[in-house]
């Protein structure tokens, strides 16, 4: 295990069930995670959990201190390398961390290192210095290359820009609303309402599919009422919101509708 800090290259925040988590990337294309982060998403003492990082034979290789950004100003921090997550996270038992925070390990041990490397990603699965090396060759390959990501980067530009030139009618109504309303996000009860109705779904959907399917269906949720947190629904929407989460869970069991 390295204690020497390694040098960070670029930051991104990666939002997981609603909370933040630091991501780095070093020098050399590596992905690392703040630990602190991750165990303030699981409820769990961070101290302790980078203890048995360190206490580990193979974990200890992906452990790494480096100075990240905070609110607060530079901080240095102990740091998980990405391909290092699911193991860690898998030596932790469900059982170990707080009801409320299950669901969350359940995600985390089966998406977080995929998340967190895509944050960091423009058109390739993992970061490769040695090929971004070779791309400092000048060569007609190159240069064609080179070619070919920027008309990419220019589709994928004004494929967002198309997108959300279709959403705007629908967002400037959305935002008028929110201004004219001093009550314009729905309360905790509605919210906790929500989140009981996600979760119904993600568990009938769960028992063919035999994964965890709490964010692709809160992402569903997300898409079709142009919010990133259901906590972020406005009030005038909660009633659509919950009929559509019904008719969902109803179009998957045929069953009285628990929420």
Known sequence: MSQTALTVADQKSVTFYDSEIIAIRDQNGRVYASITHICD????????????IQRHDVMAEGYQMGKIETPGGPQQMGLIRADYIPLWLTTMRVSMVKEEFQERLLYLQKEAAQVLWEAFQEGRLTADPTFEELLQQESDTVEAYRMIQAMLKLARNQIIMEARLDQHEGRLEQLEAKLGDPDRLITPDQASQISQAVKAIAIEIGRSSKRNEFGAVYG?????????????????RFREAMAFLREWYQSLTDQSIPF
């Not at 569903?220 to 005038?236: C, N, W």
């Open 41 to 52: 998403v699981l409820g769990i003492d961070p101290n302790s959990q980078r203890r048995r």
């Open 220 to 236: 569903e949720l997300y898409r079709k009422f142009g919010i990133t947190s259901y906590k972020e629904l406005p009030t005038d």
